[in-house]
Each structure stands twice: as C-alpha cells, then as structure tokens.
C-alpha cells in the first residue's frame, strides 16, 4: 500500500508568478484534500476534491484552483502568488463512503514566495 | 467558519511524566481525531473518535471525545524522547477536518 506523495518537496517562486503543486492520493483513497500549513499554525482547509469535483472550500480567494484526475490524484494551482502564500502545502487523502479514519498526509510541498 | 482552541500552546515535560492536552470548539463535530506531526512530515494519525463520550486507547495514549461533542483530550502516560513533536487536534464533519493550532511538546531525558 502506497502512501500519499507529493511534489515537489521544495520550491521557491517570485511574487506574481503561477505555481502547480502535485500529489498522488494514497492506494485505495478516493477524496483528496489540500491544507495550508503557515509557520507555527495548524493546517487551513483549502478545499477537497471527490470524484473530480471541489467538494468543499475553505476560507481562500479564487487564485487557489485544483484538479483531480480519474486515477484520483491532484493539483493545486495557485496564480498571481503572494508573499503570504509562503508555507507547506499538505495534501490529505481518505476515503469517502468508508470508515472515517481520518486523512493520510503527504510529507508536503514547502513553498516559498520571494 | 469554525474554530478550534487547543491548550497548551507548549509543554516541557520530563521524561517518565504523562501529559494531558486538549481541544475545544464552538461547534459540534461527529469525529474528532489526533495526529503527530515531526520535522519536514506531514501529520500522522493517532487516535480517531467516533461517539461522544467515548474513551479510545494506543498504547500509552488515551482521547476522549466529549460529552457536548465540542472538546476532546488527549493522554499521554509515561513519556519518552521519541513522544517529542507537534500534536494537533481535528474535528471532522462531512468529511473535512478542522485542525488545531498545535501543542508543541519537549521532553527532557
């Protein structure tokens, strides 16, 4: 059983620019979920995403975009970067319709604007 | 949009002692969970809860899911070095969880 990857594991990107960041859902999962993780503070919901439709979004602007494929991996998409956009991405697997076991996390992807 | 308080922000323990953290929210969840986070990794989940007032246990650690649905608590008894980390706190509704903003533990040898 495969865990949940993402990439890449670092990137650093200008203000402005337009960032993708990836990640392939845990064998058997089918809900993907993205968190923003700043500095000392617990992971933000962004949005999940269930049979590749956003199924629930969290408090962020329209910039934040994603996708999810038929194999039920993701991206997410963010445009027009800002500096406060700096922190770790977590993606989040787990199975909707089965046992709520809670999600199972990537390591993340740690984004640094500039 | 929800909220969820944990307490405390930080511990410094000695190894040996147990430690209790908790969770509280305005509003109810029908899952609350436990994970760990170290350095460079994403969370890792500890305990799931089910049912209000329900008791749960992982070898030396022990959650309880309130009554109000809106807390819960985490025990750690005995602890060691490797218990060091970031535990955070999750309430979970239709699938999607809030976290906490984490209790940073510190054990001394």
């Known amino acids: 059983e495969t865990g949940v990857t993402q990439s890449p594991t670092h990137l650093i990107k200008t203000r402005g620019q337009q960032v993708t960041l990836r990640c392939s859902s845990q064998?058997?999962?089918?809900?993907v979920s993205w968190y923003q993780q700043a500095l000392g503070q617990g992971p933000q919901f962004i949005f999940q995403?269930?049979?590749?439709?956003?199924?629930g979004r969290g408090n962020f602007p329209p910039r934040f975009s994603g996708l999810q494929f038929p194999n039920y991996s993701s991206e997410l998409n963010v445009n027009a970067l800002e500096l406060d956009d700096s922190a770790l991405y977590l993606c989040?697997?787990?199975?909707?319709?089965?046992?709520?076991?809670?999600?199972?996390f990537g390591s993340g992807t740690r984004l640094t604007v500039v | 949009g929800q909220q969820l308080n944990q307490s405390p922000q930080s511990m410094f323990i000695q190894e040996g002692e147990d430690v209790s953290m908790n969770c509280t929210s305005s509003s109810i969840f029908n899952t609350w969970l436990w994970y760990k986070q170290d350095p460079g990794e994403g969370p890792v989940l500890l305990i799931a809860?089910?049912?209000?007032?329900e008791l749960t246990s992982n070898g030396r650690l022990t959650a309880q899911f309130g009554i109000t649905r809106k807390d819960s608590f985490l025990n750690i008894s005995a602890s060691i070095p490797s218990d060091v980390g970031i535990y955070f706190c999750a309430g979970s509704i239709a699938g999607k969880s809030t976290f906490g903003d984490g209790t940073t533990l510190t054990v001394k040898p």
């Open positions: 809860l089910y049912k209000a007032g």
């Open positions: 064998s058997g999962h089918n809900t």
């Open positions: 989040a697997s787990s199975l909707v319709g089965g046992p709520n076991y809670g999600y199972t």
């Open positions: 995403y269930y049979r590749e439709e956003e199924n």
